[in-house]
């Protein structure tokens, strides 16, 4: 099993920064894929960007250039987040898979005011 945790979110103002970070725990070694997802007031889960153990990135066209995805050897991931933009509102999810399973966090609400 796989648990996540995810911290960081928060009220951003415009143009702001704010930092997410999942901690991962469990039986859970190397290759495998860390990603952030979000879902927008009355929109579906997208993925935001992630990060593989070799370490591969991969972003959403809508943040590239913003976001920074990374992962340390602890196995906690984070997602540095600039320039933040109003339409970046949403609950961002943490999700590893791992031996073709797909593991999610809670969840953590970002709000970025205009």
């Known amino acids: 099993q796989v648990q996540l945790v995810a911290t960081g979110g928060g009220l951003a103002q415009t143009g702001g920064p704010l930092r997410l970070s999942c901690a991962a725990s469990?039986?859970?070694?190397?290759?495998?894929?860390t990603g952030w997802y979000r879902q927008g007031p009355g929109k579906q889960r997208e993925l935001v960007a992630t990060?593989?153990?070799?370490?591969?990135t991969n972003y959403a066209d809508s943040v590239k250039g913003r976001f920074t995805i990374s992962r340390d050897n602890a196995k906690n991931a984070y997602l540095q987040m600039n320039s933040l933009k109003p339409e970046d509102t949403a609950v961002y999810y943490c999700?590893?898979?791992?031996?073709?399973?797909?593991?999610w966090g809670q969840g953590t609400q970002v709000t970025v005011s205009s």
């Open positions: 999700n590893v898979v791992y031996r073709g399973y797909w593991y």
């Open positions: 469990g039986s859970i070694f190397s290759g495998y894929v």
């Open positions: 990060i593989a153990s070799t370490g591969n």
